[in-house]
């Protein structure tokens, strides 16, 4: 018989039972302590990754992280990374290349609360390019022979594998532009009324904006991330005035813009700046503004220059002409200066068509495709055209062909300046001549090119492509 009194034991049983609370407690910290973070998941836009620098992959722990631990991407491409809390960010400075598979794996990654180590990983593959032409209703399968359908079409052709589509028809369609969502195309009837057509590519639905009657719609401009799309509606005896839409809404327009906004009474040109609503308008005297259609903030001049090439892939920078060379606009530091060129003492004729690919961060020459001419210097008629990528390792010829295979009309890169579209059409003579200024013409192509491999992608028919907008 127990001589403890029930009290004793009440207190040893107390006793035992905090002790053993204490070492489970003990060794659920530890275990605790012990664990890696958990990858909850992965936060990325495959799209957005191959059209802008600066985009992210995020992985985000389910506790907070000290450690980076070892990042690798492959195919191997520049990056960098950073913690914020429970988020481990991967940046890439250059948009990534479309139609390829990605891995992203970070090993050895530490939280700030626990000694476990922790691998996160995740795939992912990036949209093929695409591009979209416009082909002549005069013209045949390429042949210039004047046996097509007698309507202009607007084609779809998927570059991974040339298969392609024709998504849009009409008695004559002057110009068009591309949101990826849908296709806006300024059209003319046989009987000669203007308007525009919305083309709704998931299932061919359209829509019709008319114009006012002697009202045309010129200079066709889209901002996908914005939902917007535009055009310069030009008026016999009237000021031009700039007229957006919200692809959402197209019962009437979301802003028109005039000389109260802005707007010179005659436009050359006009540009939406990369995934915004803001626009870049220049005047008839060649004087360039950035101008904010909401009303925000008022018009900013950005000096006089004689010509917009385009904005430089995946950047808020743009290339203009200038009577003494180019210069790059930089909107976000607004700083202007002058592009500096690459020697190219192997490439005989004229400087003549010019597209800028990238420029570097920190100055130096920048990345350009440039096409150049070559006359008979007796009657100055056209003998040959080609094409030169121009980088600072050096110059590659991308094309060659005398004058009679066709004239290079313009140079488009895709979104994240992988790919170069050559647009070639007939060479038909005098270029002041209204045939020659045509949107279209029977026979145009547009050959496509890799940058990056250098290597010919295919032909495409028709020209006018999406990409030089």
């Known amino acids: 018989m127990s001589s403890r009194t029930p009290a004793e034991r009440y207190r040893r049983l107390v006793i035992a039972t905090f002790s053993v609370l204490a070492l489970l407690l003990g060794g659920l910290t530890l275990a605790n302590f012990g664990l890696a973070p958990a990858l909850e998941q992965a936060r990325f836009d495959a799209t957005t990754l191959t059209q802008s620098r600066g985009q992210t992959v995020e992985f985000q722990a389910n506790q907070p992280l000290a450690e980076a631990g070892k990042i690798t991407v492959k195919p191997e491409t520049a990056f960098t990374t950073s913690l914020d809390d429970r988020t481990l960010v991967v940046t890439f400075p250059e948009p990534l290349l479309s139609d390829t598979d990605y891995t992203i794996t970070a090993t050895d990654v530490g939280g700030s609360q626990t000694f476990g180590r922790a691998r996160f990983e995740t795939s992912f593959s990036t949209p093929g390019s695409e591009i979209l032409t416009l082909i002549d209703g005069a013209s045949a399968l390429g042949d210039g022979t004047g046996t097509g359908t007698g309507r202009d079409t607007i084609r779809r052709t998927l570059l991974t594998d040339a298969s392609h589509e024709d998504i849009l028809e009409a008695d004559s369609i002057d110009e068009f532009v591309s949101t990826g969502q849908l296709v806006i195309a300024a059209v003319t009837s046989d009987s000669g009324i203007r308007s525009l057509i919305v083309h709704r590519l998931r299932d061919g639905y359209e829509e019709r904006v008319r114009l006012p ?27 031009d005035t700039l007229t957006l839409y919200d692809t959402t809404d197209l019962t009437q327009p979301q802003y028109v813009l005039g000389a109260t906004e802005g707007i010179p009474e005659s436009m050359l040109e006009w540009r939406f700046v990369p995934n915004t609503s803001q626009l870049i308008v220049q005047s008839d005297k060649q004087a360039l503004s950035l101008i904010d259609p909401a009303g925000a903030q008022p018009p900013l001049p950005l000096g006089l220059h004689a010509d917009i090439r385009a904005f430089i892939p995946g950047t808020l920078s743009f290339a203009v002409s200038d009577p003494t060379g180019g210069s790059i606009v930089n909107l976000q530091t607004g700083e202007t200066t002058p592009l500096e060129a690459i020697a190219n003492p192997d490439a005989a004729g004229e400087p003549d068509r010019l597209a800028v690919v990238s420029v570097p961060e920190g100055g130096g020459p920048a990345s350009l495709v440039e096409s150049r001419v070559v006359r008979d ?16 390792d050096g110059a590659r010829m991308l094309y060659d062909r005398p004058a009679s295979s066709g004239e290079v009309r313009s140079l488009c890169l895709s979104d994240n300046g992988q790919y170069l579209a050559i647009d070639v059409r007939p060479n038909i003579g005098d270029a002041d001549t209204a045939a020659s200024e045509a949107a279209t013409a029977p026979g145009a192509q547009t050959l496509i090119t890799d940058l990056r491999t250098q290597k010919d992608v295919g032909v495409v028919e028709g020209a006018s492509a999406d990409w030089c907008l």
Do not use: I, W
């Open 213 to 239: 009657a002697g009202s045309s719609a010129v200079q066709l401009r889209s901002s996908p991330t914005t939902n917007l799309f535009g055009f310069v509606q030009r008026t016999p005896g009237a000021s």
């Open 377 to 392: 210097p007796a009657t100055f008629a056209d003998l040959r055209y080609a094409v030169y990528s121009l980088t600072p």
